[in-house]
């Protein structure tokens, strides 16, 4: 924020940076052949509903958009912080679709003047022994972090300080640990 | 180029800056008075003094509010959900994330205090989590009262009103300085009388005391268009703006059954309450360190119809 904006108390919503997005499917290959983690074919988008009936028009709009391209499930549902998570199901090999649907999405928001309502996105990976971990792509940042939980309410750090030294050269990952914030019971995971 | 949704509101911003202009120029005016009418060697002792006592109240208001209220900052491990509320709003908003306090109080308040993002604290009270916890208060009229906080961290309002309210300390100090030095030995230094035979030192005290009052008013106008400014980033924050007006409503309609010890405890915080703890009529709202709560609500309807255009 500006200094002339911090004068007049006039914070404006943040644009959202969509660009890095389509560095992820790089990044499963890379996950996948040092440490063994598949895609589970399963990503999500998270955002504010906006009131009003303009928001609800763009919504069914690009529901509508998912549904009818190929082969892309589509769930829509709210988590107890009041946000949206709208989950996309492709095959585990199609990464890049599934990143394509994502993308979708932010970007008729974003053409809708509602970008700066995108909280975050994620996808999530799983590996033979049935250890889980999102990455998790922050629009105002335009940064990534992993997400593994472990149990309810516990991380496992190890596996995502690991992860952070296998993708670090693909992705650009959040610096400050402190804005890797956990999505518990995101769908998607 | 992305469209946005976003409409300044250049009514506030306009009003705004006429009152920050006239606390400058109230400032310079006297600031010219005294050096033209105080022995200079006092003068930069009665500055100093008042600079201190801005500065050491900017550069702990975090641990001076905390402490005042009893609030105790809390761990993500201890409070998991209002942590939570908070971390989504700050990746929302790409502001770094303030602690986290608690006080232990039934009043419904929440407040932000800090002289910067990165030392910035948000505090809320029991009563207002009790609130959330029963499902009275809905879990998106509490992130509403969250982002408005957030909002003046991100505004950095501590610091803004702080220098604001610098004229009406120094005035404070020198009418005060001036009635002393009227009592004990003004006289004695030889200026108690000027041609007209009025001591200057009771012109000197009047004087800072009418500017006193003026800057008071001037600074309590300006902390009411940042709380406007304040609810506006929140609503745009959060996209909910009528969530915001519901939860202003219910919060000031339980202020009048709030017991009276604690809002005397609190008074002097009100400044960065998201609330003020105490109700009055109309004839106070001059007087007042926040709007009316109609026209907070009517500035909040006004965002939600340009949200859903």
Redesign the interface.
């Known amino acids: 924020m500006g200094f002339l904006d911090t004068l007049l108390g006039r914070s404006k919503p943040v644009q959202p940076n969509l660009d890095q997005l389509f560095s992820l499917p790089n990044a499963g290959l890379t996950l996948e052949a040092a440490d063994g983690f598949k895609p589970t074919g399963r990503g999500a988008v998270c955002y504010r509903k906006v009131e009003g009936g303009a928001f609800a028009e763009v919504e069914a709009d690009f529901e509508q958009l998912l549904e009818a391209g190929v082969g892309s499930r589509v769930e829509v549902s709210n988590d107890e912080y009041g946000y949206t998570w709208l989950t996309a199901r492709r095959e585990p090999d199609q990464l890049l679709d599934l990143v394509t649907d994502l993308h979708a999405v932010n970007s008729s928001l974003q053409d809708h003047g509602f970008g700066p309502y995108l909280l975050c996105t994620l996808v999530s990976f799983t590996d033979p022994q049935d250890r889980k971990l999102a990455l998790v792509y922050l629009y105002k940042r335009g940064t990534f972090y992993p997400f593994a939980p472990k149990s309810k309410n516990v991380r496992d750090n190890v596996l995502e300080l690991q992860a952070k030294t296998i993708i670090g050269a693909d992705l650009p990952l959040e610096k400050d640990l402190g804005r890797w914030f956990p999505v518990w019971g995101a769908p998607g995971l | 180029m992305?469209?946005?949704?976003?409409a300044?509101?250049r009514g506030l911003?306009a009003r705004?800056?006429f009152v920050?202009f006239l606390i400058g120029a109230l400032a310079v005016a006297f600031v010219a008075a005294l050096i033209a009418f105080v022995p200079v060697q006092s003068l930069p002792f009665v500055l100093v003094i008042a600079g201190a006592l801005l500065f050491a109240q900017f550069f702990f208001s975090d641990k001076i509010a905390t402490f005042a209220m009893g609030a105790r900052e809390v761990a993500p491990q201890q409070a998991?959900d209002l942590h939570?509320?908070v971390?989504?709003l700050?990746?929302?908003?790409?502001m770094?994330?303030p602690r986290v306090a608690i006080a232990q109080t039934p009043m419904l308040n929440a407040f932000a205090t800090g002289r910067s993002p990165k030392n910035a604290v948000i505090c809320v009270t029991t009563g207002l989590l009790d609130k959330r916890r029963s499902g009275q208060l809905t879990?998106?009229e509490f992130?509403g009262v969250l982002a408005h906080e957030l909002?003046h961290v991100?505004?950095?309002?501590v610091l803004?009103i702080t220098i604001a309210s610098f004229l009406g300390i120094l005035a404070g100090l020198i009418a005060r300085v001036a009635f002393y030095a009227g009592l004990f030995g003004g006289g004695g230094r030889g200026r108690s009388n000027n041609q007209n035979g009025l001591p200057i030192d009771l012109i000197i005290m009047l004087g800072s005391m009418v500017v006193y009052a003026i800057s008071f008013l001037l600074t309590m106008s300006l902390s009411r268009?940042?709380e406007l400014?304040?609810d506006?980033?929140g609503a745009?924050?959060?996209?909910?703006?009528?969530?915001l007006a519901s939860a202003l409503q219910k919060i000031t309609g339980d202020m009048a059954r709030i017991p009276d010890r604690d809002l005397r405890q609190a008074e002097p915080f009100n400044a960065f309450y998201f609330a003020p703890a105490f109700s009055k009529q109309s004839a106070m709202a001059l007087l007042s360190s926040h709007p009316t709560t109609e026209k907070r609500i009517e500035q909040l309807a006004r965002i939600?119809?340009q949200?859903?255009?």
Do not use: I, W
């Not at chain 2, 992305?2 to 976003?6: D, G, H, I, N, S």
């Open positions: 992305a469209k946005t949704r976003f300044p509101d911003t705004m800056v920050m998991p939570a509320v971390d989504r700050c990746a929302m908003a790409d770094p994330k879990e998106q992130e909002s991100a505004h950095r309002d803004v268009y940042r400014a304040a506006r980033s745009l924050l959060t996209g909910n703006p009528s969530a939600s119809t949200l859903g255009r």
